[in-house]
């Protein structure tokens, strides 16, 4: 049962226009969601994070929109690069009991491609 | 400030040895996640500590698979018998300690392969 979804195995964008990927969940108890960019043999780098509490955020060309009713978030990035072409990860967390999170669950990734 | 560390990068087992996979984590960070990678699937959590301590082992197999992140030293996923199911890349990743969330950093992995 994913409780994290990443519908899209692979999307195509032109460099210069704007990227969106689509993440969906089905587990309430989440309350922080991130994004993360892969390359191949590397580990995942974090990209931006948003809290259940807000809506948006936004950092430089990244904003991550999130909507708690449809349980959705998308990452879009704008202007589209070469160096953005990676494999992108959504990710969703909640409090633990201690008052650290417990371990990311992660979607299956999403293959962006910039084309020039 | 050297970010996660993870050693080694690549190891290559026989079916039924041992394998040992450390993860230093970033300087003042004392939570520790450790998460498998199949091919062509997202990142799966295994195990999360603090220091000497097991905080949630719910992802990890109850057989042959064991962790520990000692007072001193670095975090140390240990796979015993290892079976050709066991090839796949052992991301660690780290956050410090906080009452709020913090992202976790993650390491470059090493990619486990049993022959």
């Known amino acids: 049962d994913q409780q994290v979804k990443q519908n899209s195995p692979s999307l195509s964008v032109q460099e210069g226009r704007i990227s969106i990927l689509n993440c969906d969940y089905t587990n309430s108890m989440f309350d922080y969601f991130l994004w993360y960019k892969k390359y191949p043999a590397e580990g995942p780098t974090f990209l931006i994070s948003?809290?259940?509490?807000?809506d948006k955020n936004e950092d430089g060309r990244f904003t991550v929109f999130l909507n708690k009713s449809a349980k959705h978030l998308s990452l879009h990035i704008v202007p589209s690069q070469p160096g953005d072409s990676a494999v992108y990860f959504c990710?969703?967390?909640?409090?633990?009991?201690?008052?650290?999170?417990?371990?990311?669950?992660f979607g299956k990734g999403t293959h962006l491609i910039i084309q020039p | 400030n050297a970010g996660v560390m993870q050693n080694p990068r690549h190891l290559v087992r026989r079916r039924g040895q041992e394998a040992r996979l450390r993860c230093s984590p970033m300087?003042?960070?004392?939570?520790v996640y450790w998460y498998r990678q199949l091919p062509e699937e997202g990142l799966k959590f295994m195990v999360y500590l603090q220091k000497e301590n097991i905080i949630d082992e719910s992802g990890m197999p109850k057989e042959r698979f064991s962790a520990e992140f000692p007072k001193e030293g670095p975090s140390i996923l240990r796979i015993q018998q290892v079976v050709r199911g066991d090839s796949a890349a052992y991301f660690c990743?780290?956050?410090?300690?906080?009452?709020?969330?913090?992202?976790?950093?993650f390491g470059p992995g090493t990619r486990l392969t049993v022959l």
């Open positions: 990710a969703a967390s909640r409090r633990d009991s201690g008052g650290g999170a417990d371990g990311l669950t």
């Open positions: 300087k003042g960070h004392s939570h």
């Open positions: 990743a780290s956050s410090p300690i906080s009452d709020s969330y913090n992202e976790q950093f």
């Open positions: 948003i809290s259940s509490i807000k």
